[in-house]
T-cell receptor, first 117, second 115 residues
Framework: GAVVSQHPSRVICKSGTSVKIECRSL??????MFWYRQFPKKSLMLMAT?????????EQGVEKDKFLINHASLTLSTLTVTSAHPEDSSFYIC?????????????FGPGTRLTVL | AQSVAQPEDQVNVAEGNPLTVKCTYS??????LFWYVQYPNRGLQFLLK??????LVKGSYGFEAEFNKSQTSFHLKKPSALVSDSALYFC?????????????FGSGTQLTVLP
């Protein structure tokens, strides 16, 4: 099956700093990637849809200036949490859609645990 | 609009017994339906999906799910549970007619298999 990687898997940072999380599709090209946030023992909340070569589409209530998304290539999307605060601590999961042929499936990365001190 | 309901936050079952994790959905058109499993501090792993065809779908690790259009349900089942099946399970839906839409996830069901 298709593989999606995330880096880093875990990051601890000080309040006020910015953190970049990378999401890569390793064996397929993804014109569309998704960023989710998951709170402990809760479901995945879609933050934004990342489209290669264009601006991301943010869900209602998600601050686009706080969570910067760049989808610079067909295999890489990045999420930057700017001026992080403790309330941004969460598990962030990316997903990439493989639209090769009739596949049209979504594959998930392993997640990134962000802890803001 | 599309939505998914998982009515049980927690399901406990004894090892060797059959298990069922419930899921109902709502879409305006025809659904793509998925089940994912998540182990602690890990991403989601795909278990199975329904798109068209046979209502009984077989997936990874001995899991299966039955699509019931009249009841708008897609319950996950396994004939004999293992302790290693203990994890968080998510049902998800996407409207076939709206290919650009993202998946909508249920709230998750924590499955605990007791030895």
């Amino acid at each position: 099956g298709a593989v999606v990687s995330q880096h880093p898997s875990r990051v601890i940072c000080k309040s006020g700093t910015s953190v970049k999380i990378e999401c890569r599709s390793l064996d397929f090209q993804a014109t569309t990637m998704f960023w989710y946030r998951q709170f402990p023992k809760k479901s995945l909340m879609l933050m934004a849809t990342s489209n290669e070569g264009s601006k991301a589409t943010y869900e209602q209530g998600v601050e686009k200036d706080k969570f910067l998304i760049n989808h610079a290539s067909l295999t890489l999307s990045t999420l930057t949490v700017t001026s992080a605060h403790p309330e941004d601590s969460s598990f962030y999961i990316c997903s990439a859609r493989d639209q090769t042929g009739a596949r049209n499936e979504q594959f998930f990365g392993p997640g990134t645990r962000l802890t803001v001190l | 609009a599309q939505s998914v309901a998982q009515p049980e936050d927690q399901v406990n079952v004894a090892e060797g017994n059959p298990l069922t994790v419930k899921c109902t959905y709502s879409v305006s058109g025809n659904p793509y339906l998925f089940w994912y499993v998540q182990y602690p501090n890990r991403g989601l792993q795909f278990l199975l999906k329904y798109i068209t065809g046979d209502n009984l779908v077989k997936g990874s690790y001995g899991f299966e799910a039955e699509f019931n259009k009249s009841q708008t349900s897609f319950h996950l089942k396994k004939p004999s549970a293992l302790v290693s099946d203990s994890a968080l399970y998510f049902c998800a839906v996407r409207d076939i007619g709206r290919s650009a839409r993202q998946l909508t996830f249920g709230s998750g069901t924590q499955l605990t298999v007791l030895p």
